[in-house]
């Protein structure tokens, strides 16, 4: 783990090069598809160990900071658990590993809180946090909008182009930058879900939702009751 560690930050290059580490350093060859199971949207990407291949998804072209985690999540397979993998396996066919966005088993998860940290070392992510105007305390239960304000702020100023802003949310929250708050899935639940989190209750919530899809119709029944 130390040596991909170690390669990343020589001369501190930022972002961090995961597809230079992945082909160059470790010997893998990146091949971004569509097909067989990953026509499914939900299997993001993948390794074989005795193949030396990493697989994306095709869909992740267009989300650079989606892609680059997923590379970054394949090459923590490879520092975590490939020798595992290797005396352990039982057949002589190679297998790939895939991970999907529903519940992660625990391997997964080590992938992924690997990648945030090759992606986003400490060191740098708390640097970035300490020039804003915020200062160097952590912030108390922000709402989502101000999480992720603060969030692409230390993008910019950590230099982090190659992640996501919800990427970079969950690595504050990691790093106990911020406090009182929940991870973010990057989609549009994460507000709703902040704002059962302060206290709406499922009803309040329900209603919200509804009049922000259908305002006419709420305007139109609030005439009617008059």
Not at 133 to 159: C, F, H, K, N, Y
Request: positive net charge; contains cysteine; proline residues 4%.
């Amino acid at each position: 783990m130390l040596s991909v560690l170690g390669a990343a930050r020589a001369g501190q290059q930022r972002p961090t090069p995961v597809e230079v580490l992945a082909e160059q350093f470790l010997g893998y060859e990146i091949v971004i598809t569509d097909e067989g199971l990953f026509a499914d949207p939900d299997y993001l990407g993948g390794i074989v160990f005795e193949d030396q291949s990493i697989t994306v998804n095709a869909a992740l072209t267009a989300h650079e900071g989606r892609y680059n985690f997923t590379i970054a999540h394949e090459i923590g397979h490879h520092v975590l658990h490939r020798d595992h993998y290797l005396r352990n396996k039982t057949t002589n066919t190679a297998q790939i590993i895939c991970r999907d966005t529903h519940e992660k088993p625990l391997v997964e998860r080590q992938a992924d809180r690997f990648a945030a940290a090759l992606l986003m070392p400490a060191e740098w992510v708390i640097a970035a946090f300490e020039t804003l105007s915020t200062g160097s305390q952590p912030v108390d239960r922000p709402t989502t909008g101000m999480l992720r304000g603060i969030a692409a702020r230390v993008v910019e100023t950590g230099q982090f182009a190659n992640v996501s802003n919800t990427a970079m949310v969950n690595r504050l929250i990691d790093l106990g930058l911020v406090s009182g708050a929940l991870y973010q899935s990057g989609r549009p639940q994460d507000f709703y879900r902040d704002a059962r989190f302060i206290g709406f209750n499922q009803r309040t919530l329900r209603l919200a939702v509804a009049v922000l899809r259908h305002p006419l119709r709420f305007i139109k029944k609030i005439r009617r009751s008059k």
